[in-house]
């Protein structure tokens, strides 16, 4: 029989508003990564920082003021974010080693979120791409949009020719022979001339695309580079400090009975050409590093502002779960220490912000969670069954309740070169009160191992290891450390 026009048209109207509808159920993820970013933010109460738009954001979101990474370095800890496995897990505690190395059949979180119908886009930093590892074309529904994480405006900071040695590295180009570029940069130039001023541009043009696409859900993640080294930014965010108010740390040498190879010294820092390669750094480099660390916060911050103000102007907020995630902290000179790479705090704690649509929003949680659990948590929210044997634990309940208890600890790594044993794992437990780390070769037996422990509560700023003089302790903890499974070793097979 044949339908009349208007039929046709009531029925492919219905068609459409029920697509539509079911669009509307499913929240758009807006996923904000920021490449060593530690908590120095109003929001976490430093006094000196100029961070309003992430303060603005903590005032609708959850704000974790107990969540770490599962190891400070860049590719293990956005591979713990994108797989929900831990490195030890994975057995990949490098910037080089891809993940599907060792699992080739993971399914990334922008993967799931992809397979069940939403539109997963990248842009800048989310995996680590540089020093020999590749972008993961199957987690995106279209081409990834990089943004270089070493980019300078002044011919002095650069090579006179050619990219510098970290330009070339994180260009995966050959680093032999050439120069170093310079640690920061004050230039009187736009934010755009910078990478996170073109990223927050790009992110700005993809979310006007998806609100004409509102049958589509999206799952945008957007991954600013600073403060990562060097520290370049505008001049007007160098301005807003006045260096004088800056002060060296109060501990500047390493925890009193540590073992040796437990700290380090700055090696990636020592790769620019305004920094000694070996040796302490005089009290002005020190103060010069610092305001340029929080010179590239506050740019980040006014770039990640622009992208959130284009969100609420589109009309997406209400549908958006936002979400801020440092990859990892950074140690600005306490311990004697630079950049991240240990297993102490100022390197392991991140900042952490959830928004989601019906969940508490401007309130603190001082619950225990690590860059693993946002994986599930993310599912749970946008109503995804997770995989089967994640290393996380959804904490949705928290974001309902910020009171919920998550776990009674977190975990994380760092391997270490140690003098007459090789390449020992140091795997870290970190609870309300304290941290212990265990130091030894995967496999090897339990009386192998060196161990730190920090009480902080009675010592917030590690000053002493107390291992030796509270075994009580260390047996109680290592109970805790006994329920997860050995480190698998760099290259090994992995194990559940």
């Known amino acids: 029989m044949k339908q009349s026009p208007n039929l046709i048209t009531l029925l492919c109207s219905l068609c459409v508003s029920a697509l539509s509808s079911a669009a509307a159920t ?31 954001l903590a005032s609708r979101a959850v704000q974790f003021d107990r969540a770490f990474c599962n190891q400070a370095v860049c590719a293990p800890s956005r591979n713990a974010l994108l797989t929900g496995l831990r490195p ?19 399914m990334t979180l922008p993967q ?41 405006a002044l011919p002095a900071s650069k090579a006179k020719a050619g990219l510098t040695r970290e330009e070339a590295l994180f260009s995966n180009k050959s680093a032999k022979g050439l120069p170093r570029g310079a640690a920061y940069e004050s230039a009187d130039v736009p934010d755009n001339t910078y990478p996170d001023g073109a990223l927050a541009e790009h992110a700005i043009g993809r979310l006007r695309a998806a609100k004409a696409k509102p049958d589509e859900p999206f799952f945008l993640a957007v991954g600013f580079v600073k403060p990562h080294l060097p520290f370049v930014a505008p001049k007007k965010y160098w301005d807003l ?7 060296l740390p109060e501990v ?3 925890p009193e009975g540590a073992p040796s190879y437990a700290p380090q010294f700055g090696g990636e820092l020592r790769q620019y050409s305004d920094v000694p390669d070996t040796g302490p750094l005089t009290d002005e480099l020190q103060l010069a590093l610092i305001h340029g660390y929080y010179a590239a916060t506050s740019y980040m911050d006014a770039q990640l502002g622009r992208v959130l103000a284009e969100l609420d102007k589109l009309g997406l907020a209400e549908n958006t779960i936002i979400v801020l995630w440092g990859d990892h902290g950074w140690h600005l000179g306490d311990h004697g220490i630079w950049c991240k790479h240990t297993n102490y705090e100022q390197a392991t704690r991140i900042p952490l912000l959830v928004a989601a649509p019906g969940m508490k929003s401007g309130v603190r949680s001082g619950s ?29 309940a928290t974001l309902r309740d910020p009171a919920a208890p998550t776990k009674d600890h977190v975990i994380h790594v760092y391997p270490r070169n140690a003098p007459g044993k090789g390449q ?32 902080y509560e009675a010592d917030p700023l590690e000053r002493k290891n107390l291992a030796a003089s509270q075994p009580a302790v ?3 903890l290592r109970t805790i450390l006994a329920r997860h499974p050995e480190a698998v070793a760099p290259g090994g097979s992995p194990q559940r």
Not at 27 to 51: E, F, M, R, T
Not at 88 to 106: E, M
Not at 120 to 149: C, L, Q, R, Y
Request: with cysteine.
């Open 26 to 56: 499913k929240p758009n993820v807006l996923l904000i990564c920021v490449d060593d970013l530690k908590p120095v933010l109003g929001c976490y109460g430093d006094k000196l920082v100029k961070s309003p738009n992430i303060d603005r």
């Open 88 to 106: 030890q897990t994975l057995g990949i505690y490098d910037l080089g080693t891809n993940f599907r190395r060792s699992r080739p059949d993971a």
């Open 112 to 152: 799931l979120f992809r397979q069940n119908g939403w539109r997963t886009e990248g842009m800048g930093k989310i995996f680590h791409v540089g020093h020999g590892n590749t972008n993961d074309s199957a987690s995106w529904s279209t081409p990834h949009w990089n943004a270089n994480v070493v980019a300078y």
């Open 241 to 247: 400090y006045d260096r004088a108010r800056f002060k």
């Open 252 to 254: 500047r040498t390493p």
């Open 368 to 396: 225990l969670v690590e860059t693993v659990d946002l994986y599930p948590t993310l599912c749970e929210l946008a109503g995804l069954t997770a995989p089967a044997g994640l290393d996380g634990r959804s904490f949705a």
């Open 424 to 455: 020992v794992i140091g795997r870290a437990i970190r609870t309300e009160r304290h941290r212990l780390v265990e130091w030894k070769k995967p496999g090897a037996p339990a009386d192998t191992a060196e161990f730190e422990l920090y009480d």
């Open 474 to 476: 260390v047996a109680q």
